[in-house]
Structures are given as structure tokens and as C-alpha cells.
């Protein structure tokens, strides 16, 4: 028997309804060519190193799998068809590679997400840069919507109890008077 795993790349939109019949094809393919699974393995959803199909995230699946050497041929071709025909609008990219009889059974699985060390963490990182999120806690907020509708969207003209200036615009006055403040008489001469 030769050992097989599937690497599986699933859009993060997929039902558990796909990933059920996802499961269910490859148990069915598997045991078609007289093989076994070993283990569907849910990594869970993780960000990707580049955009793949303008997903700029994905869940990974790896299915590992049991198959006999002269019937290994017939499976690869059915799963190239499976992909491409049943499953290509929630798998994005998949790979299958053999594994070495000699190989251990163990990976480090990469940890999703969702887990707790990436999640949340956003008033955190502030907190320990010294920057502050542009929004203050208040009760009662009432804003007003300018009517201009730009390419942008509205414009905010007044929150209550609510910081408006965004960060950037904090950052561009910041710097006009950080400029302003270190102009020369040199320089603006030199510029009239």
C-alpha cells in the first residue's frame, strides 16, 4: 500500500453542507480504488502568503490515505476530475503528493485564525504602541451624515461624545505643523 495526502485550499464562504460532501466524495473515491483514509484533518482558517482567487484567506484541509501501488494511477486522475468538475467553486487550489514509506505519520499542524493568540488582539497592540483607536466610549451617539455622496461614501459631520478626526487626518495635521515648524527662512526663499 502507498501512502497518499491531499493538501485541500477551501474558500472561507464554504457550507458545512461542501465540506460534508467534500469528505464524502473523497471517503467514496478512496474506497473506489480499494484504499483507506486515515485521516480528514480540518486545519481551520488561515491567511494566505499571496491572493488566490482574490481570497486573501482560506481554510485548509489535509486528508491523508492508504492506497494499493496499481490502483494509485486511477485514483490521481479521478481526483484531478473531482476537483476540477465537482468541487471547483468552493476548493481553490489543492496538491497530492505521496509519502515516503519510511516517513512518520506526525506534522505539525499550524494553528488557525480563530485561536485565541490572533483574535481580539486589536485594543492590545494599541495599547502597547501608545496609540489610540480615534473612538472614545460614550453612551447616547448620535451622528450626522453630510449629503455629499462621493466615490468615498458620506461624510461624518458631527458624532457626539465620538473622536471624528481619523488617524490619518490626526497624522497629516501633525506633520503640517512639524513642517511648518522646521521650515527655515533659507528654504522659504529658496522656494519663492
Do not use: C
Not at 65 to 77: F, G, I, N, R, T
Not at 118 to 129: C, H, P, T, Y
Amino acid at each position: 500500500m502507498a501512502r497518499y495526502e491531499t493538501l485541500v485550499l477551501v474558500r472561507t464562504e464554504a457550507t458545512p453542507d461542501e465540506l460534508a460532501f467534500l469528505e464524502k466524495s473523497f471517503q467514496d473515491l478512496v474506497a473506489k480504488a480499494k484504499g483507506t483514509i486515515t485521516s480528514f484533518d480540518k486545519w481551520g482558517k488561515h491567511r494566505l502568503a499571496y491572493t488566490v482567487q482574490k481570497q486573501d484567506f482560506g481554510i485548509y484541509i489535509l486528508v491523508r490515505y492508504e492506497v494499493d501501488l496499481s490502483a494509485s494511477d486511477a485514483l490521481m486522475q479521478d481526483l484531478k476530475m473531482f476537483f476540477r468538475v465537482k468541487v471547483s467553486d468552493f476548493v481553490m487550489r489543492h496538491v497530492n503528493i505521496r509519502i515516503a514509506d519510511d516517513a512518520t505519520s506526525n506534522y505539525l499542524k499550524p494553528e488557525p485564525v480563530e485561536s485565541g493568540r490572533l483574535v481580539g488582539q486589536a485594543d492590545a497592540f494599541l495599547k502597547e504602541n501608545k496609540m489610540r483607536s480615534g473612538f472614545k466610549q460614550a453612551r447616547g451617539i448620535s451622528i450626522g451624515i453630510e449629503g455629499d455622496q462621493s466615490a468615498h461614501g458620506p461624510r461624518l459631520a458631527s458624532v457626539e461624545g465620538i473622536e471624528t478626526m481619523g488617524a490619518a487626518e490626526r497624522a497629516s495635521e501633525e506633520w503640517s505643523a512639524i513642517e511648518s515648524a522646521t521650515e527655515s527662512p533659507v528654504n522659504s526663499q529658496a522656494q519663492a
